[in-house]
């Protein structure tokens, strides 16, 4: 018979947070923009099936790294409090920040109860506002705290080389083809500071487009429209977004 | 656990639990107090006093389907609302008019959109045409309780069919049975005229134009005989709802549109007060 020898509670946290993190960095890298109307949301994802972005409600998408099973679940659970919400009460009764502290409370839950493994996920619950002002993206990791995130955010993978170069070059008010553009700049950074390259079939790209004129400003884009906006990066982004495009000239 | 939507603390196991992808079984576990078809009614002598919407119709042409709805609610012989909306998007490519209870049709409504729009969400598709007729036929007869006590709520819903390429409609009772209906359709209190109206217009053929122009003409044809169908009104500026689905989606006719369409019907009529004849052989 074997005695439970003691852990302390600091140690015992610690390797709950390095089993979560460990897990969390084994997946693909996702990256969270704003541009001039909305949200993009980009990812290299060779699933067609599975998806790492989705729609939970008008406004409010879900991104998500880490454990497919888990945060499907989480992305359900997700869905399930907003449309609970929205039917009791009123659509726009339904906010980013609600689910985010749901979110929170339950990762955090988990993290702490030593009857359950820690989910290895990240989250990014992101809302998009009428004007860019009120867009409002939300970082969720594994151990229930919330970051309250501007501009552009990266979860999963090497996510804090991938943070710190977006954060150096994104800039308010660009156009969705140059988001696009510098998102898969990011995502193609090696750790070891090489580059590869992602095909365009690989990439999944979703939007929170608030021009959009239906109620639901969540959208996929796919096929067609994701080549064209891939291609259309110098051009098209010209007028908008000049500085940021010189920036990336020199790299 | 304790089920609480309103709290802030976390997600109730149920939310988490893998099931079903509707929202409305979802509803039936975790709060079955909250569905419409749940709601005990207590024994009530003769019948409950409550608006009801009148006629509602719908015509298919190549490219789509129009479904249309007067702006007029009863009860009694009491005009109750002169502007009610009884015409709804379901979701991007179907939409649903409701005749009977007011006020259990809407929220049938609501509950049938977040079903399709729900169901969207989880699975990543959306479900085909005829699973949501289906899902609609469920959700009717859970109210059969209700409709047993004169709270009746008897739906048309017409969608565009991807999967076909066509415009689709089915029609249903209070029990739940659900029909599909070829060419035409019509139900509530004014539908007897406005199908005989379209009986003699319809043809299959129509335009997107014509075919608007058809179901304004029956709702006129409705309004005409029966009492509880409102016709146009030019002094307020109320006209009917007309909607159109194609393979672009839903889209309701503006307040302009659905007036011109409404003001040349009201023209035509005003020379000929039966509308358009039909050839006799």
Redesign the interface.
């Known amino acids: 018979m074997s005695t439970p020898f003691y852990v302390s509670p600091q140690q015992a946290m610690a390797d709950r947070a390095e089993y979560a993190r460990k897990g969390i960095a084994r997946g693909r890298s996702l990256v969270v923009l704003q541009y001039a109307d909305g949200i993009v949301f980009v990812g290299e994802n060779p699933s067609r099936a599975l998806h790492k972005f989705s729609e939970i409600y008008d406004r409010i998408g879900f991104a998500a790294a880490g454990k497919y099973n888990e945060y499907e679940n989480l992305r359900i659970g997700g869905v399930r409090y907003a449309d609970l919400r929205g039917y009791t009460y009123d659509r726009d009764d339904v906010t980013a920040r609600g689910l985010a502290n749901v979110y929170a409370q339950t990762l955090g839950t988990i993290f702490s109860s030593a009857a359950e493994k820690p989910y290895e996920v990240e989250l990014v619950v992101a809302e998009v506002g009428e004007t860019p002002e009120g867009d409002q993206i939300y970082r969720l990791p594994h151990d229930g705290s919330i970051v309250d995130e501007h501009g552009s955010v990266a979860v999963g993978g090497n996510s804090e080389q991938i943070s710190s170069y977006l954060d150096q070059r994104h800039e308010d008010g660009m156009s969705l083809a140059a988001a696009l553009k510098l998102a898969v700049q990011a995502l193609s950074r090696e750790p070891n500071g090489g580059e590869r390259e992602i095909p365009a079939e690989r990439l999944e790209v979703a939007v929170l487009d608030r021009t959009r004129p239906q109620q639901r400003k969540f959208k996929r884009i796919v096929g067609r429209q994701l080549a064209r906006l891939l291609e259309a990066d110098g051009a098209a982004s010209a007028p908008t977004d000049a500085p940021s495009d010189e920036e990336e000239g020199e790299e | 656990m304790e089920a609480n ?2 709290s ?4 109730p196991a149920a ?2 639990t ?1 099931g079903s992808s509707s ?1 409305v079984d ?2 039936s576990e ?2 079955p107090e ?1 569905l419409p078809g749940n709601r005990q009614l207590p024994p009530v002598k003769g019948v409950i006093e409550a608006p009801h919407g009148t006629t509602i119709v719908a015509a298919t042409f190549p490219g789509g389907v129009v479904l249309a709805g007067d702006r007029r609610a009863t009860m009694g012989n009491m005009i109750a609302q002169r502007d009610i909306e009884k015409v709804f998007p379901a979701d ?1 490519h179907s939409a649903v008019g409701i005749a009977g209870t007011a006020g259990l049709a809407v929220e049938m409504v ?2 049938f959109q ?1 079903e399709l ?2 169901f969207e ?2 699975e ?1 598709a959306t479900l085909s045409l005829e699973g949501k007729a289906n899902r609609l036929s469920t959700m009717i007869r859970s109210n059969l309780g209700m409709a047993m006590q004169g709270l009746a709520v008897v739906p048309l819903f017409a969608g565009y069919d991807l999967d076909r390429e066509k415009g689709r409609i089915f029609s249903y009772d209070v029990t739940g049975g659900r029909s599909e209906e070829q060419g035409y359709a019509a139900t509530g209190s004014g539908s007897i005229f406005a199908r005989g109206s379209m009986k003699k217009l319809y043809k299959d053929d129509l335009t997107e134009e014509q075919a608007t122009t058809l179901v304004v003409q029956a709702l006129y044809d409705a309004a005409d005989d029966d009492s509880a169908t409102g016709g146009p009104d030019v002094a307020r500026r109320i006209y009917p709802i007309v909607t159109v689905i194609t393979d672009e989606g839903f889209r309701r006719l503006s307040d302009d549109e659905a007036s011109e369409v409404a003001r040349s019907v009201l023209e035509r009529r005003l020379e000929q007060p039966d509308g358009p004849r039909a050839a006799l052989l």
């Open positions: 939507p309103r802030t603390g976390r997600l939310f988490l893998p929202f979802f509803l975790h709060q909250m991007e609501k509950l977040l729009e729900h969400k989880v990543g």
